[in-house]
Structure formats: structure tokens, C-alpha cells
């Protein structure tokens, strides 16, 4: 792998770069780095030197070996630099002399490599010599300018100022430019196979005392220094770079505590049994003055600890020492070159050229190009030492070559652009915006350009993905969810007709209906991918069929929110009186425009209701196509919407007619007209009293009351026909001037008896009656279903009429329990209408008691007529039976209601005649007469079961088809009856109903047990409650109202 | 790792959540449209006529013009896609005298809704029609009509042929030509207008669409004649 390669590779692992790492310290710190994972640049001369070293590290593939020239492929190809070791440590000689331009390529360097590690950001870490600054901060003057000897007075420099400047250099980079950087001064490395500068005074000693000769030293032997062993110092740098707070920090890495060089001799000669006395030699200078000198602030303050003892450092050195000499039989010229350190102090002086060029940093390789790599200066290569102090010369001028080489290089690269292709330029700017980016994001860091772009791919493929298929899909469930309990909620709030709210429902059922279409839409190439385009087709219908269908919906609902806030607001201001007005109204209400609003909606509802109807049928067959789990979404709660949209032609005739009724253009008259069914009449009950209503502007605005006995008295002037009804069932004979008011009991026809009862009560009050209603006590007992309270009793439908009998206890009279019904009616109107009323609980009492017959209603207004023709549509039947009964109008008030048992067969014959065969068993207690009409032209008419005193044939002269049997109380009350209803004309030509009607009088019990036979085979019995039979269907059960029994014969 | 894990679950919840979200589907961006390849519409039109009195138009609430029965069409170009609340009320010096249309109608991007009517003192008495829009997802499929009326069970005549009574369903109508529509019922005044764009481009715009038709016809009055 190419060395650019290996960089750009880099990236994956923390890199160091070494520089001048090429000893022992260096290649353990190597070492370590790669250990741990790292990718290591080790920057040296690149010599033969680093040979030795190999097999330490050769092992290990991340590692780069560089000389300092590779510093410009670093700036250009390296992606990732997380640690830079410097170091600068080495210090031999500090009389050691460099030149100007050695000093300004050193210092050249270090600011590239400062530069570098600027760009990364990385952590930079700089070692230096203790021995150095101790040095410099003790003013050591090494002032070779002024040499008594030295010709040339100008300043030169030296190791020391190399290592200041580096210092300070570092420190500027941190301050200015903000890198993390620490400084590490190290002291004297002791150990096994370390460089050994044999001119140093430590050196010298355990030489001489491994040579048996007296230990020399130079002066007292008060100078100190500070020793650390290799290893211990490889890892203090590897602390010091990695461990946290030490930006900006200056560390000792050395063992505590200095150490005289007395104090080194006593040591020797404890731990080297050759070693003989000291001597003093007063006349060495060349060691420094002794000062004080305070280190900065030891390593061990972060940690670190150094794990190898002074004396087993010095013993290892001492040993390896030992064991290199006695190699060369203990000349110390023949010492293995490696380990002969530069023992050439002197340099040759400087020759006034030289000076100069020094002077412009004009380097004498620089002349020539092409001798890039630095040529070792002529040395005296007389003797073995000679020899190897110019071999050692050689490579410190090689490592310094080199770094002017590199400096040269880093120069260039500054200088000059060299052509690139446009390839080049794009790859070079588009590597160039990357690096920028990188600094911006830290996750870019650890990336090749390469990385960057597969992973920029793979996201761009992930959100594609994410956006076209995750999302789509993600949202779809949610719109549908949403629109599933919207739909939930619609429901809900239609069931308890709260319009708004249903409205808001739609709202935003309607719009998760769309956004569900629309993600079906975004998923369509899956449907296609799979072969279900007419799956989507379908879905898709669906989804825009509900919509209409809601949207029908919308518009009922809109149309219905003036009604619900009408509905809200409505108080009937009922009182009821203690006096015989009974009840008076006080309040002064208007709902005027609630009723227009209504009545602009008509059309709105209208709409909403075709719309409606018209989608209702596409949606169920859309809705069975579906996938079940949508299917099982949306049917539930649409099966209960649609369960009611039968009743929407009925909610769209009442709610237009609604304003009118209510009083919109002008006042309206409505006649409660109550009965007391205990005292049973063909009426349906005894005539109690009436409440006369008067609606204006949708209130009530005024109601009168009255007990009909102070009518008892009047004779009322009624029509034929009401006598003739009254004839038909009454035993004694009748006349238009016998006829009293209570007469109007025995009149069983509803809307003779209204007209007369109206006709009465108009004549009274003086105004025209628009609507009448007949309410009987079994009614006033469910509309108290929900509880009243009178007198401080709490009334419902279950004692209602209990309380009314056990009230009356002992004051039996008419008056008396006409008074009571009518105050309970009071009780009943102002607890039920009062209050806001709840529309589905009345609806539904309402609803109770229309459909059991127990409220009647009538009215002669066009309007009003047109109106209940829509709402509750009444059929003629031909072949009807009229049964009743005539309770005795003395004092003795009855306390019970009546009932009939009706039995026996009927057959219907192929030519539309019906035989009947029938019993009837009149509850004859107190009663004077029972009577039996057939609406149907009859023939073979005969009674049984009963003296023929007791039974009278009545006709209606001007109704030849009504004929009636009047039945007078006999011992069991039990009669028999038959006779043949002539056929009537058949209703279609292909086949037709047969009909027929039993009608007993209102408020009583009719059981029957009916057994009808028919000369056809294919029958159908559309009743409910049939229970088939051989060629016929068998009916039994009980009811309050009329009932009706329809077959169809094929 | 368990840090790992938590992020990446983290991730997980909030690519769901933002899927749930999505919303990116409420932005009406079209990249497209922003650099020139797409040059669909983005808005759609109202076409009111009056064929009675000067009507006043109102989206949303807001007046946006009038309509005189002697002008043709009264064009509003720039209604956004989705519903919007129209009403149409009939200028008068008194409040309440003429009923007032109220609907709230779908709107498709480039596509015209229209309504022609003759507001009368009440609903009844009132004549129209009105015509709009809503996606069938069925792209490139000729447009489906759907009529309902008010009254209901009107006679249909689509082109001088009978095609059924009100409400009606899912018709196939094909968009390559106009189509004459007529409406009849006993009692009420016959309606008849032209149904679809003059235009073919127009007409085409149709595609993947079903097209709603709200009929309302005028109640002829009692004829009362004088007893001798």
C-alpha cells in the first residue's frame, strides 16, 4: 500500500505522528500508541538508525516511517490526526553551537508541525530537556562570542535556545491559535540499551567505577540532576498527552527528588563492587554554578508514577555498560558504535562564508538541488573513536539535513501551485471542503472522503426509503386510526343528537378520509408491484364514497345545529297553579331565529339527505370488497349510522314543518285533551279535562286549563255522523237533543271524536284548535318515566297510576280525580318540558306512546294534516274489527283497566272473503255494555253464546258497510261470534295483501290468540310474531293499541 | 453500548413519531414546480353565473365579488386546493327576502367548480345547479358523475336521452365532447344546461376526478282558478 494510501486509510484509527522518535523513548512510545490501536508516523532522519529499532514494532501494519521531508505529504494526503509527539528532549552538550539557519530550519519545523496539528485540532504534546532549562534558568552564559579563543564576535546559538524557543513556540501556538498542547521536560534517561553520550559526567563515573578506577569528579560535586528511567518516561509522555486538564501545563517527568552527582558516586559505588574512592578534581569548571533550581510541577501530580526505582535504573545502565565493554574487552574506543553518543564537542569554526549565508538562512545544500540528502562533513577518520565520532556527526548533520530538506519542501509547497488536471483540482477542492466541514462536524472526522460519500448514499437510500414506503405507510395508519375513531365519535354524537359536535366529527373525519387517499396514493406502486391495481381501485372508491356519504352527513348535521341549539335552550315556562288554572306560563320567550335558521336549512338537510341516500348503498358494497382489517375499522360504527338513516325521511318532514308548527309566521292552538281510560269509554276513556297551548315564535306563550265537568251541563251540538257513532254502540236510543256532553265517550271513531271534542272546546275559548292530543293516564305515566315529583311524592311510570287511585281514597268523585289527573298533567308538562330538554329521551317517550296509541292525534289544519301524513301515516284497513267496551258513568270510580280476550279462526278465502270464527271475553265488572263493529261489508252475521235479549244488530244507515253488535252484561261475559267479510278488491293483480285490523278502545288490554287459514298455499305472513302453520300462520299476544295482521298471497 | 442502544432507540422513536407526523405531506411544495418542469396549477376556479338579480360571491366568508345576470361568468382564480365554504346571496335592500345558497365544496387544482342560479324567495322557489370536483385516485380514468337533486326522483336526460331518475351514480361520461343536461319533473320547471368545459384541454383536466352534480329545480306555483 502506497504511503498516501495508508494515510487516507488513517482515518478508521486515533493517529499520532512522532516526530524524532527514532531512540529507544521514541520507539517505546510507538510502541505503546500501537498497542493500544493507534496509527503511529514516526518522523525521523530516516536513516539506518531506525533499523536497530525494527524488530520492536515491526509487527505492527499501522505504523509510517517518515523522514522529515514527508512532513508536505502529511499536510496534503493525511485525513485524521489526533496526537503529536515532539521530541525535543535531546540535549548532549549545551555548549554545543548551531547555526543561525539549523536553528531557524529547527524552529521552521516545529512551526509546520504546530501548523499540522492546528488543522486537526489535535492534541500536541512537546518534550524538552530538565538539563536544558535547568541551564537556562541557572544563567549559564554559553557565550561562545566571547570566548577568549573565539574569533568571531557575534551571536551564535545553541541546543538550550532550540529547546527555549521551542517552549515558547508552543506555548504562543496555544495562546494564539488554541491548541491543546503540554509541555513534558524529561530528565536524564537511565536504562538498558539507551544512547549514551559518553562525554557526560554520570557516564564518565560508572565507566570509571565499572573500570576499577577512582570515581572524578568535577568541582564539590554539589551540581544536580534529575534521572528518569526510558520506560517510565515513555509512559509518563503517554499520560501527559492523554490525560485530561493538562492543557497548557508544564511537567517534570523525572524520578523526585535531584540527585548530586556525590550523591551518583556514593550510588556507584554501593551498587558497583568495582568501584573505588571519589576524587575530587578542583580544577573541572565545566559543569555550571550551582543554583537554585524548582522544576515545574511533577508528572506524578496527574498520576503518573514512575515504576522503576533511581538505583535499579542506574544498576540497568551500569549492567548494560558493563556488558558492552567487556564485548570490547573493556576499550572503551571499541564500544559498539550505536551506543557511542556525539562525543564531538568541537566544531570546526565557521568560515566567513559560511557565516554569511548563515546570516541570510541560506543553507549551503540549498545551492544545489539535487543534493537533497545533506553530506556528512570531513571527518578524521584516523582511529577507531575518530571514526565513530564522524559516523555519529554524520547522522546528527543527516537529522538536521533532512530537516532542512523538509523545510525546503514545505516551502515549496507554499510557493508553488504545480499544474493539476481539473480531475486533480475537483478531487483537491472537493478534499479541501471536506476538511472544512470536518471541522465544523465532529462525526466527519473518523471519515474518508470515500466514507463519506457511501455513507452519504446509504442515508440518501434510507430517507428515500423512509419517505416513499416507512412514512407513507406510518401516516396511512395514523389517518385511518383517526379516521376509525372519528367515525366512533360521529356515531356517538348522532346517537345522542348533539349536531355540533357530530359536525366537528366529520370535519375531521372528512379530512383523515383524504389523507388516507392520498397515502394510498403514495403506496399505489405497491398495489401495482403486486397485482392489486383493482384492489386499489376499490379502496380507493371506497374511500371517496364514504367521503360523500359523510358529507351528506355533514350537511344533515349542519342543518340540525339550530335545532340542538334550540333544543339546548328551551324552557317551556310552565307553572302549575294550586288554583283551577292549573298551570300558567311565565315566561316571555322568542326563538325566532333558531326557527328561521331552521327553516333556511330545510334545503341544506334535504341535500344532505339525498346525498345520504344516494351513497349509502355503494358504500356497503364497497365496504364488503375491503380488506377485513379496514373492513372491521369502518363497518361497526357505520352499521349504527346507517341503522338510523331509515329515520332521516322522518327527521327531514318534521324538521321542515318544525318553524311552522312551533308558531314561526303565526300563533298555534294545540288541545291536550285528557282522558281517564279507568273509566273506559269507545272514546278510549272518560273525557278528564283539557290544557289549551298557544305557541308563538317556537315558545309557549300562553296555556289554559279546564275539568270538561263544568261542561256537563251543555248540550252539544253534534253532527250526524257523531250520532250515528254513538248509536252504533250505544244500548239506548240517542237523540241530537238527549245527547249530553259525556255522550262524546261513545263515539269510537278518532276523528269524529276529535272534530266534536275541538268543536266544543273552541266554542269555549274562542279560538280555532290547529292540533289536538289525546293523552290517556297510561301516557301521562310514561312521560313521567323519568320521575316527577308532586305534592312531595316521587311519581314514575311503574305508580304513577297507583298514587292516582290511592290519592283518591275516600273522595271518589269525578271532580275530585278529574282535579287530580289534571294536576298531575300539570306536574308531568312542567317537569318534563321545563327544563332543557333531552330530545332522545323525549323522542323516545314520545315515540312509546304514539306507537301503543296510548297519544292520539288529530287535526282538521291542511298544514297540520300534511304534517302527520308524513310523520305517522295511518292506513285504512278494509276488513276492521271494533271492539269495546261502556263502563258506567255512576259515582262508583273504576280502578282497573279494561280488557279483552279475543280467539278463534279466520279464513281467508281465494276470492278475498274472510270466514271468521271468533270468542270474545269482555272484564265485564261494571260494565252496562260491550260492543262488536266490522268496517267490512258482512254476511251470515251471527251471535252466541248469549241470550238473545242481550244482544242488539246495529247498522249505520249511511255506512251500510259498518255493522255493529251491541252485547249487554250477561253471567260470563263470553260470546260468540261469526260471520263472512265480503271480498274487497285485491290490491295487485299478481298477488295481493290480505289485511286486517282489530281495534279495541283505547287505554284497553286486547289478547289474542288468532289462527288464520288461507285457501292459497303461498302465503307470506308480514307481520311479525307469525308462527307458521299448515296452510297458515297462528297469532297470539297482547296490546294496547289496534293491531294489524298482513299477509301476502301469491 | 447501552448508550449506543438508547440512541439508536431514541432514533427509532423518533423516525416513528415523524412518520406518524409526516409533515412534509401538509407542505405544499412542489420541487418540480419550483424549477419550471412541472407547470400544473396549483389553484383552482369558481365560475358563479347569476341567472336572476345581482348575487354577491362569498368564500369562506369573504366577499369576493359580485355577479349580475347580464355577465357572463364570474370567474375567481385563486382558490387554494381542499373546501371552502360558498355562499351565494342575492343583493337586496332588505335582508332575508331571497334564500341564500350556503355549500361547502371541494376544490382541485385547476379545475373549475361551477354554480349557476337563480336564488328566489326560497329554496323552492329557486333554480340551479352546481358542479364540482372530487379525486377518484383512478388516474387517467374518464370522469364518473354523480347527480343528486333536490327534489329527488327527477327525470334525467343526458344528450336528449332519458338516463334515470335522481339520484344517480358512478355515470361514465365521455370528456371528448360537451354534453347538453336536462331536468324534469312534474310540478317543477325543467332545468337545462351544458355540461363540461368548452374546451378539450379543459375537459381533460377531468381525468381521475368524479364529478358531483346538486340539481335544485324551481316549484312551479298553485294555479288557482276562480270557482263559478
Known amino acids: 500500500m502506497s504511503t498516501a494510501a495508508s494515510l487516507k486509510n488513517a482515518v478508521k484509527y486515533p493517529t499520532s505522528i512522532i516526530v524524532r522518535g527514532q531512540d529507544l523513548l521514541g520507539i517505546e512510545l510507538a510502541k505503546s500508541l500501537l498497542e493500544q490501536g493507534g496509527f503511529v508516523i514516526l518522523i525521523d532522519q530516516g536513516s539506518a538508525e531506525i533499523e536497530k529499532y525494527l524488530p520492536l514494532i515491526d509487527a505492527y501494519n499501522n505504523l509510517i516511517l517518515m523522514d522529515y521531508s514527508g512532513l508536505s505529504v502529511l499536510q496534503s494526503d493525511l485525513r485524521r490526526l489526533d496526537y503529536v509527539f515532539y521530541l525535543n528532549h535531546h540535549f548532549t552538550d549545551q555548549s554545543q553551537k548551531v547555526s543561525t539557519q539549523e536553528f531557524l530550519q529547527a524552529s521552521n519545523y516545529l512551526d509546520a508541525v504546530l501548523d499540522l496539528t492546528a488543522k486537526f485540532d489535535a492534541k500536541f504534546l512537546l518534550s524538552t530537556s530538565i538539563k536544558a532549562h535547568q541551564s537556562i534558568v541557572a544563567s549559564k552564559v554559553i557565550d561562545l562570542n566571547y570566548e577568549l579563543q573565539t574569533a568571531e564576535k557575534y551571536s551564535v546559538y545553541s541546543e538550550l535556545e532550540i529547546q527555549r524557543y521551542s517552549e515558547s513556540l508552543v506555548r504562543e501556538y496555544q495562546e494564539k491559535v488554541g491548541i491543546n498542547t503540554r509541555i513534558v521536560r524529561l530528565g536524564t534517561l537511565l536504562g538498558r540499551g539507551m544512547e549514551i553520550d559518553l562525554d557526560s559526567v554520570p557516564i564518565r563515573l560508572i565507566i570509571q567505577a565499572l573500570q576499577g578506577q577512582r570515581l572524578v569528579i568535577p568541582g564539590d560535586g554539589l551540581e544536580s540532576d534529575y534521572y528518569i528511567h526510558y520506560l517510565d518516561a515513555a509512559y509518563g509522555i503517554i499520560k501527559a498527552q492523554f490525560a485530561p486538564n493538562t492543557k497548557g501545563q508544564i511537567y517534570t517527568l523525572a524520578n523526585e527528588g535531584e540527585v548530586t552527582l556525590l550523591g551518583f558516586a556514593y550510588k556507584l559505588i554501593e551498587l558497583v563492587s568495582e568501584a573505588k574512592e571519589i576524587y575530587f578534581d578542583p580544577d573541572d569548571h565545566s559543569l555550571p554554578p550551582i543554583k537554585l533550581y524548582k522544576p515545574a510541577i511533577n508528572l506524578t501530580s496527574i498520576g503518573w508514577a514512575p515504576r522503576i526505582s533511581f538505583e535499579r535504573a542506574l544498576s540497568q545502565t551500569a549492567d548494560f555498560l558493563k556488558s558492552k565493554l567487556s564485548e570490547v574487552d573493556w576499550k572503551v574506543d571499541q564500544l559498539d558504535k550505536t551506543l557511542i553518543p556525539i562525543a564531538d564537542k568541537k566544531e570546526q569554526p565557521k568560515s566567513i562564508k559560511d557565516k554569511v549565508l548563515d546570516f541570510f538562512f541560506i543553507s549551503n545544500e540549498k545551492d544545489d538541488p539535487e543534493r537533497k540528502v545533506p553530506q556528512a562533513a570531513p571527518v578524521n577518520t584516523e582511529g577507531a573513536l575518530a571514526r565513530l565520532i564522524a559516523e555519529r556527526k554524520n547522522q546528527e548533520k543527516a537529522r538536521k539535513g533532512s530537516i532542512i530538506l523538509a523545510n525546503n519542501k514545505l516551502r515549496e509547497a507554499l510557493q508553488k501551485k504545480p499544474e493539476r488536471t481539473p480531475l486533480?483540482?475537483?478531487?483537491?477542492?472537493?478534499?479541501?471542503?471536506?476538511?472544512?466541514?470536518?471541522?465544523?462536524?465532529?462525526?466527519?472526522?473518523?471519515?474518508?472522503?470515500?466514507?463519506?460519500?457511501?455513507?452519504?448514499?446509504?442515508?440518501?437510500?434510507?430517507?428515500?426509503?423512509?419517505?416513499?414506503?416507512?412514512?407513507?405507510?406510518?401516516?396511512?395508519?395514523?389517518?385511518?386510526?383517526?379516521?376509525?375513531?372519528?367515525?366512533?365519535?360521529?356515531?356517538?354524537?348522532?346517537e345522542q343528537l348533539k349536531y355540533n359536535e357530530a359536525n366537528l366529527n366529520i370535519t375531521s373525519l372528512k379530512v383523515n378520509l383524504r389523507d388516507a387517499q392520498d397515502r394510498f396514493s403514495d403506496l399505489e406502486y405497491l398495489f401495482t408491484i403486486s397485482g392489486n391495481d383493482k384492489s386499489y381501485s376499490k379502496l380507493q372508491t371506497f374511500m371517496m364514497q364514504l367521503q360523500q356519504y359523510i358529507t351528506g352527513y355533514e350537511n344533515i348535521t349542519k342543518a340540525l345545529i339550530p335545532l340542538q341549539e334550540l333544543s339546548n335552550s328551551y324552557n317551556s315556562g310552565f307553572v302549575p297553579r294550586l288554583d283551577g288554572m292549573y298551570m300558567s306560563v311565565e315566561l316571555n320567550n322568542n326563538y325566532n331565529t333558531q326557527l328561521n335558521q331552521m327553516y333556511a336549512n330545510r334545503s341544506l338537510l334535504g341535500v344532505g339527505i339525498a346525498a345520504v341516500e344516494s351513497n349509502k348503498d355503494q358504500v356497503l358494497s364497497y365496504l364488503a370488497d375491503l380488506p377485513e382489517f379496514i373492513k372491521s375499522l369502518y363497518e361497526p360504527s357505520l352499521n349504527k349510522i346507517m341503522a338510523s338513516d331509515d329515520n332521516l325521511g322522518l327527521l327531514q318532514n318534521t324538521f321542515e314543518y318544525l318553524p311552522l308548527l312551533s308558531g314561526k309566521e303565526k300563533a298555534r292552538y294545540y288541545l291536550l285533551i285528557i282522558q281517564d281510560e279507568q273509566r273506559f269509554t269507545p272514546s278510549g276513556g272518560s273525557l278528564v279535562g283539557y290544557y289549551l297551548i298557544k305557541m308563538q315564535s317556537g315558545a309557549i306563550v300562553d296555556i289554559s286549563a279546564k275539568d270538561f265537568n263544568e261542561f256537563k251541563n251543555i248540550s252539544p251540538d253534534l253532527s250526524d255522523i257523531a250520532l250515528k257513532q254513538i248509536s252504533l254502540v250505544n244500548k239506548d236510543l240517542v237523540s241530537a237533543t238527549s245527547v249530553d256532553f259525556f255522550d262524546l265517550d261513545l263515539i269510537y271513531d278518532k276523528e269524529i271524536w276529535f272534530k266534536e271534542v275541538e268543536e266544543v272546546v273552541e266554542l269555549n275559548e274562542g279560538v280555532a284548535v290547529d292540533m289536538s292530543i289525546a293523552l290517556n293516564l297510561q301516557t301521562l305515566a310514561t312521560l313521567s318515566s323519568q320521575g316527577i315529583v308532586y305534592k312531595q311524592a316521587q311519581i314514575n311510570e311503574s305508580n304513577f297510576i297507583e298514587y292516582l287511585n290511592d290519592s283518591l281514597q275516600g273522595k271518589d268523585s269525578s271532580e275530585a280525580r278529574n282535579d287530580l289527573i289534571l294536576r298531575l298533567t300539570a306536574a308531568v308538562l312542567e317537569q318534563k318540558f321545563n327544563q332543557p330538554f333531552k330530545q332522545q329521551e323525549l323522542g323516545d317517550d314520545l315515540s312509546n306512546v304514539i306507537s301503543d296509541d296510548q297519544l292520539r292525534i288529530f287535526s282538521s289544519e291542511p298544514l297540520f294534516i300534511k304534517f302527520l301524513s308524513l310523520v305517522h301515516p295511518g292506513k285504512k284497513v278494509e276488513d276492521t274489527l271494533h271492539l269495546g267496551m261502556v263502563s258506567s258513568r255512576d259515582e262508583n270510580i273504576l280502578t282497573r283497566m279494561p280488557e279483552i280476550t279475543l280467539a278463534g279462526k279466520i279464513t281467508v278465502n281465494e276470492d278475498g272473503s274472510s270466514d271468521k270464527e271468533l270468542s270474545l271475553n269482555y272484564d265485564g265488572q261494571d260494565i252496562i255494555s260491550s260492543y262488536f263493529c266490522s268496517a267490512t261489508p258482512v254476511k251470515n252475521w251471527s251471535v252466541t253464546g248469549t241470550e238473545l235479549e242481550n244482544y242488539s244488530q246495529v247498522f249505520d244507515l249511511n255506512d251500510l258497510a259498518t255493522i255493529c253488535a251491541i252485547l249487554l252484561p250477561d253471567d260470563d261475559f263470553k260470546y260468540g261470534l261469526s260471520y263472512q267479510a265480503l271480498p274487497f278488491e285485491k290490491a295487485l293483480e299478481s298477488g295481493y295483501n290480505y289485511e286486517i285490523e282489530v281495534d279495541p278502545l283505547p287505554g284497553a288490554l286486547l289478547n289474542y290468540d288468532l289462527e288464520f287459514k288461507f285457501a292459497s298455499s303461498k302465503v307470506e305472513a308480514l307481520s311479525e310474531g307469525a308462527i307458521s302453520q299448515s296452510n297458515g300462520y297462528l297469532y297470539k299476544g297482547s296490546s294496547y293499541g289496534p293491531i294489524h295482521f298482513s299477509f301476502k298471497i301469491k | 453500548m447501552i448508550k449506543k442502544i438508547r440512541n439508536l432507540f431514541l432514533l427509532f422513536l423518533l423516525l416513528l413519531l415523524l412518520g406518524f407526523w409526516s409533515p412534509w405531506n401538509d407542505w405544499d411544495i412542489n420541487l418540480l414546480q419550483l424549477i419550471g418542469i412541472d407547470t400544473q396549477p396549483k389553484l383552482a376556479t369558481l365560475k358563479v353565473k347569476s341567472l336572476a338579480g345581482n348575487i354577491d360571491i362569498?368564500?369562506?366568508?369573504?366577499?369576493?365579488?359580485?355577479?349580475?345576470?347580464?355577465?357572463?361568468?364570474?370567474?375567481?382564480?385563486?382558490?387554494?386546493?381542499?373546501?371552502?365554504?360558498?355562499?351565494?346571496?342575492?343583493?337586496?335592500?332588505?335582508?332575508?327576502?331571497?334564500?341564500?345558497?350556503?355549500?361547502?365544496?371541494?376544490?382541485?387544482?385547476?379545475?373549475?367548480?361551477?354554480?349557476?342560479?337563480?336564488?328566489?324567495?326560497?329554496?323552492?322557489?329557486?333554480?340551479?345547479?352546481?358542479?364540482?370536483?372530487?379525486?377518484?385516485?383512478?388516474?387517467?380514468?374518464?370522469?364518473?358523475?354523480?347527480?343528486?337533486?333536490?327534489?329527488?326522483?327527477?327525470a334525467v336526460f343526458l344528450d336528449d336521452s332519458q338516463i334515470g331518475t335522481t339520484p344517480l351514480k358512478e355515470l361514465e361520461l365521455d370528456i371528448s365532447k360537451q354534453h347538453k343536461i336536462r331536468f324534469e319533473k312534474q310540478g317543477y320547471d325543467t332545468l337545462e344546461f351544458i355540461l363540461l368545459p368548452e374546451s378539450q384541454e379543459a375537459r381533460d383536466k377531468l381525468k381521475g376526478l368524479s364529478l358531483q352534480l346538486e340539481v335544485n329545480l324551481f316549484l312551479q306555483p298553485m294555479k288557482l282558478i276562480k270557482a263559478n
Not at chain 1, 475 to 491: A, H
Not at chain 2, 82 to 101: A, D, N, S, V
Not at chain 2, 123 to 135: N, R, V
Open chain 2, 58 to 154: 362569498f368564500i369562506d366568508e369573504q366577499n369576493m365579488g359580485s355577479v349580475t345576470a347580464d355577465d357572463e361568468f364570474a370567474e375567481i382564480t385563486t382558490i387554494s386546493k381542499g373546501e371552502h365554504l360558498i355562499q351565494l346571496k342575492r343583493l337586496t335592500e332588505k335582508e332575508g327576502i331571497y334564500y341564500e345558497l350556503s355549500r361547502k365544496l371541494n376544490f382541485e387544482p385547476g379545475v373549475e367548480v361551477v354554480i349557476a342560479y337563480d336564488l328566489g324567495p326560497s329554496e323552492e322557489f329557486s333554480e340551479g345547479h352546481i358542479l364540482y370536483t372530487a379525486p377518484n385516485f383512478n388516474k387517467d380514468s374518464a370522469p364518473d358523475l354523480n347527480i343528486i337533486s333536490e327534489p329527488d326522483d327527477v
Open chain 1, 424 to 494: 486533480q483540482r475537483l478531487d483537491r477542492w472537493l478534499n479541501d471542503l471536506f476538511y472544512r466541514l470536518k471541522q465544523k462536524l465532529n462525526v466527519l472526522k473518523n471519515m474518508t472522503l470515500t466514507d463519506f460519500a457511501f455513507w452519504s448514499l446509504g442515508i440518501i437510500a434510507f430517507v428515500t426509503i423512509y419517505l416513499i414506503l416507512v412514512a407513507p405507510i406510518l401516516r396511512l395508519s395514523r389517518s385511518l386510526y383517526f379516521s376509525y375513531s372519528d367515525l366512533n365519535s360521529l356515531q356517538s354524537n348522532l
